[in-house]
């Protein structure tokens, strides 16, 4: 979610354009970093309910083809991002639960082949 409210800090793609769903720029709460997040509460959880709202509206859609587009790309992207976080996190080999600002510029950095 940082990602797509601030890609161009997080060294995405050239060309970026920021998530505008919440405004622009993005709510402070949701750019701020939590540095103990816990279940349930702080900016990481609500980053994630975020993502939970969008896959639930666009689920019940399933006529829709931009809906259904959206859903796949946004569920396939948040499984390789939590994949590149795992990676990222036995690199760094991280004792306790760094915040995601910490974490996703390494995370950004995986390479692998899952993406053409």
């Known amino acids: 979610m940082l ?3 601030r890609p161009h800090i997080y060294g995405c793609v050239d060309g970026a354009v920021p998530c505008r ?3 622009y720029p993005a709510p402070l709460q949701l750019l701020r970093a939590d540095p103990n997040p816990h279940s349930g509460t702080g900016p990481d959880n609500a ?3 975020i993502l939970e709202a969008l896959t639930a509206h666009w689920n019940t859609m399933p006529e829709n083809q931009a809906a259904a587009l959206a859903l796949n790309r946004l ?3 948040w499984r390789v991002m939590r ?3 795992d ?3 036995r690199e760094l ?3 306790g ?3 995601a600002h910490y974490i996703i510029g390494k995370a950004l950095e995986v390479q692998d082949n899952i993406i053409p």
Do not use: K, S, Y
Request: charge should be positive; hydrophobic fraction near 50%.
């Open 3 to 5: 990602a797509l409210l």
């Open 21 to 23: 769903l919440f405004g």
């Open 47 to 49: 980053r994630t309910n």
């Open 75 to 77: 569920q396939d992207t």
């Open 83 to 85: 994949l590149h976080v």
């Open 87 to 89: 990676m990222a996190l």
């Open 93 to 95: 080999a991280l004792g």
């Open 97 to 99: 639960r760094p915040n």
